[in-house]
């Protein structure tokens, strides 16, 4: 009876995993093509401009650059607040007081701007990029589309992705100064740093180079979140619970492209500015 059991519970565990690695590469696959018709719609966007729904590419920028600037702003400024008090407490253990604006301003410019505006992007805009496409193939408006002649990708996906890739960038530049005015007011209340001191340190030790790290690096993020987005709601189902899970995959996904595409650019830059 042990060894069917065992037998039993071993062809369980392959079996499982069979199914993981198929469901992987099916959505590998569907992934792939998901990007290479993206990139078509693209080219003929690029082609014919006229096309480009202008109007819906204004209500998304709307959507995903004003509407969400508030808490932008917001969370980077804390950010910066929350780096700046816990590497005040143990650089002034040891008299490097000085650091604080370096640091705290290299790290928001480089990684925890772009990183912490690209999050809010996915929570916001990518999750309501699924959810839309997802309920829109639920009540057959793709199929509609499809038998009218027009491409859907070309139709939802490019004034999307147009508008991110226009407002995050602008997005990540106010929570860069956002999170380097947190660290400035910890570096001023807690350590006595007069701000002018603070913020010559800051210019020295932030490059341009950093800043233009950081756009780039906003693009990248823009491009993958709404990719993921729409791809997740073209791949939904037709009932109201698999809109729910494209939503969650699409975030979720969403973050990890960003961290895998976040750590390879940093290796870039990192071998560019001190290789």
Known sequence: MRRRDDMTRRNSILLQIGDVSCVIWQE?????????????????????????????????????????????????????????????????????????PGLVGCSVVRELGPMMVAIVATGRAGSAFAAEIGTMKVSEEIDAMRTMGFLPERFLVIPKLIAMTLTIPMLTVIGDVMGILGGMIVGHTSLGM???????????????????????????????????????????????????????????????????CDTFLAHVFNTIFFG
């Open 28 to 100: 590998t696959l569907s992934l792939i093509q998901f990007i290479g018709e993206a990139v078509s719609a693209c080219a003929d966007a690029v082609r014919r401009p006229r096309k480009i729904r202008w109007r819906e590419t204004l209500f998304y920028m709307n959507m995903c650059g004003s509407d969400g600037l508030p808490i932008t702003a917001l969370i980077c400024f804390l950010t910066g607040i929350i780096l700046g008090y816990q590497c005040a407490v143990q650089m002034h253990k040891y008299g490097a007081d000085a650091f604080l």
């Open 194 to 260: 007069p701000v002018q001191t603070y913020y010559q340190q800051t210019v020295e030790w932030v490059a341009p180079e950093y800043f233009f790290e950081s756009i780039f690096k906003s693009v990248v993020f823009a491009v993958v979140i709404t990719l993921t987005g729409c791809w997740r709601g073209f791949r939904a189902g037709n009932d109201a619970i698999a809109v729910g899970k494209a939503t969650t995959s699409a975030v979720v996904i969403s973050i990890l492209f960003i961290i895998l």
